[in-house]
């Protein structure tokens, strides 16, 4: 079995980098009802593993710069399967965050699975790697139900995109020069001394954080909104106190993050690669008032989603859709590293059933996506919604970052200065 890599998936192939790899990831807890054996849990994941198809492709590369994939024929799950036993959280963040910082080997197909073992109250985790240029966030969470009880079976592999017309229409190249153009407009010098922008040869770390979601609904209900609009304005508060401590959140302060859009909608849920468009947005990181950073963020997400997500800067991911594979293979070492140049960060919020999983008879506790960093980019941020909690998690090179102490306390912070409004202003709950 063979299909083409579009253009996207190929620019995530060229782009990769020892000190920023360019796969997805993911942190699964579970609890089970009996003793846990890693390896019955390695064997049920490479058994579920070797009836997913696109799990044994790895990518051939042409001269001119294509790619396909291609059925690897020395594939065995058990090369991408592997055990670990830890104790304490501090070590398991320590043993995810080595994990993640990683690069797959793209000689093979290009993702890893690691069982780890040994967490509070009995508890293991799967750590998931998945490289871009195999899927996108939505694309990931089919694959990963697959490896579940119950939910694998239900769920067709990917088939074949359907083929791009080889001379493009003249609307589509009058598309893609509004796109290139807005994408141009928006590009600005690098912040000199900026802490979001960052050398991409210090370690980077993992840093996960819960909270409970029905706090982010009373904030809704109260604001406004939508639950990513709250979320983004959670994080924004966030940033802010982490760039106040280094005097770089001045009234008009702001950081630029890029929020990846779905496609799948209009081209097919089962489209193989990437589907993805984005939003360029301002994160108000200067403003003081945690109500006035959710009313400025809301008005800009309603804007965005209002002209769509095939226009605008945050079209960025569609524009590398659009260049020939052999841009990508010649231009990748530079474009890879200009993403300073349009945005300072990346925030990815990934949709997850909100149906009880399990694995091997053990529930699903927690899921925390874990987003990749740009070169030149101190942090990327990954949320997800799982039934009653939200997962945070970032993947920094800041030290001060770094700490899950601080992450739990910063964002509780903020979720609490957003409920006691009312009480501040002195008007009825």
Not at 61 to 66: D, H
Not at 400 to 424: F, I, P, Y
């Amino acid at each position: 079995m063979t299909d083409h890599l579009s253009p996207l998936d190929i620019a995530f192939l060229a782009m990769e980098g020892n000190a920023n790899p360019l796969h997805l990831g993911a942190v699964a807890t579970f609890a089970p009802s009996t003793p846990v054996h890693p390896a019955r849990i390695a064997a049920v994941l490479c058994e579920r593993a070797q009836e997913i198809p696109s799990l044994r492709r790895r990518a051939r590369t042409s001269l001119l710069g294509g790619a396909r994939w291609v059925e690897d024929p020395g594939f065995a799950p058990e090369d991408h399967v592997f055990t670990h036993h830890v104790r304490g959280r501090d070590r398991f963040a320590t043993l995810v965050s080595h994990l993640m910082a990683q690069p797959l080997d793209l000689a093979r197909p290009p993702w890893e699975l690691h069982v780890v073992t040994g967490l509070a109250g009995g508890r293991f985790a799967v750590v998931a790697k998945l490289h871009h240029s195999l899927c996108d966030g939505m694309k990931a969470v089919g694959l990963g139900l697959r490896l579940f009880d119950a939910s694998r079976l239900s769920i067709p592999d990917s088939p074949p995109p359907a083929a791009k017309p080889m001379i493009p229409s003249l609307r589509g190249i009058k598309d893609t020069i509004d796109i290139a153009s807005s994408v141009l407009m928006n590009t600005r010098p690098p912040t000199l001394n900026s802490p979001v922008l960052t050398s991409s040869t210090r370690p980077r770390r993992v840093v996960m954080s819960r909270l409970d979601l029905a706090d982010v609904h009373r904030i809704r209900r109260e604001h406004g909104g939508t639950v990513n609009d709250v979320l983004l304005a959670l994080v924004t508060g966030a940033l802010r106190h982490w760039l106040s401590a280094h005097g770089s959140a001045g009234p008009s302060s702001v950081v630029r993050a890029l929020i990846p859009v779905n496609q799948r909608s209009r081209s097919g849920d089962g489209a193989s690669g990437n589907q993805i468009s984005g939003f360029l947005v301002s994160l108000p990181v200067g403003v003081a008032d945690p109500v006035d950073r959710l009313r400025d963020i809301r008005a800009q997400m309603e804007s965005a989603k209002a002209a769509g997500p095939d226009r605008g800067a945050g079209a960025l991911p569609l524009l590398a859709d659009r260049v020939p594979p052999l841009v990508h293979r010649l231009a990748a070492p530079v474009m890879g590293r200009c993403a300073p140049l349009l945005f300072d960060t990346l925030v990815t919020s990934v949709p997850l059933p909100s149906v009880p999983l399990s694995l091997d008879g053990a529930a699903l506790c927690e899921m925390y996506p874990v987003a990749p960093v740009a070169p030149g980019h101190a942090v990327g941020i990954a949320l997800s919604v799982y039934r009653s909690s939200v997962h945070v998690c970032l993947n920094t090179n800041q030290s001060w970052m770094s700490d899950a102490h601080w992450l739990d306390g910063v964002l509780r912070r903020e979720v609490a200065s957003l409920q006691d409004t009312r009480e501040l202003v002195g008007l009825p709950r």
